[in-house]
């Protein structure tokens, strides 16, 4: 499985970016596609996901200004992010979950190679 994340960069304080991502398969194979991000001496971290059914989950800090979504008949997941802080600033990673089945014990985990988002002024 493969996962092509774009549309990081530089952007002021209180400005928009839209990330997208890539999956070489489709959505349908999964039980979750999401965002993770990674500042600088911190931990990864959960920004956004879908569970496949439709539920969305977002962390605290995030809500009410970022938005996922996706198109399954391109593969993609997008992050709309609106009103950035500094704060937000940080590595942000595509991932997607295959939970395990009574066919196979295993959860499966995927990573996209992460796009730099930077808010600064």
């Known amino acids: 499985v493969q996962l092509q994340a774009s549309g990081g960069g530089l952007v002021q304080p209180g400005g928009s970016l839209r990330l997208s991502c890539v999956v070489s398969e489709s959505l349908y194979n999964f039980n979750v596609v999401g965002w993770y991000r990674q500042a600088p001496g911190k931990e990864r971290e959960m920004v956004a996901d879908i569970l496949r059914g439709g539920a969305r989950d977002y962390s605290d800090s995030v809500m009410g200004r970022f938005t996922i979504s996706e198109n399954d008949y391109k593969n993609t997941v997008s992050l709309e992010m609106t009103s950035l802080k500094s704060e937000d600033t940080a590595i942000y990673y595509c991932?997607?979950?295959?939970?395990?089945?009574?066919?196979?014990?295993?959860?499966?985990?995927?990573w996209g190679q992460g796009t730099q988002v930077t808010v600064s002024s």
């Open positions: 991932h997607t979950e295959v939970w395990p089945t009574p066919q196979d014990e295993h959860k499966y985990e995927y």
